[in-house]
Nanobody, 125 residues
């Protein structure tokens, strides 16, 4: 009942920036969801990147992106963002937006109820 569509991916040089967007549509109660970004590189498991709870003051980041990535949300627009700065080749992956309708703020893949199709981020060396 909820559709998530990511955008903003692309190819950038190391040290560059991208901003990803994820727009939710359908039957949503977006303001009560925990939203998250995950990523998956070829041959790797899908991994947590960042989460933001209904309380926008509560965010979580994996250690490797702290200080470089910022997650934010605009509930009026049903949209979550991931600002990525100082990108590194190791950040290359398909980035997925996910929604936890129960708002628990988990970093575990299995706890998320809806997923986007992903957007490719490629960072050249």
């Amino acid at each position: 009942q909820v559709q998530l569509v990511e955008s903003g991916g692309g190819v950038v040089q190391a040290g560059g920036s991208l901003r990803l967007s994820c727009a939710a549509s359908g039957r949503t109660s977006f303001g009560t969801y925990t939203m998250a970004w995950f990523r998956q590189a070829p041959g790797k498991e899908r991994e947590f990147v960042a989460t933001i709870r209904w309380n926008t003051a509560i965010t979580t980041y994996r250690d490797s992106v702290k200080g470089r990535f910022t997650i934010s949300r605009d509930n009026a627009k049903n949209t979550v963002y991931l600002q990525m700065n100082s990108l590194k080749p190791e950040d290359t992956a398909v980035y997925y937006c996910a929604a936890d309708v129960y708002g628990l703020g988990s970093v575990v893949v299995r706890n998320y109820d809806y997923w986007g199709q992903g957007t490719q981020v490629t960072v050249s060396s």
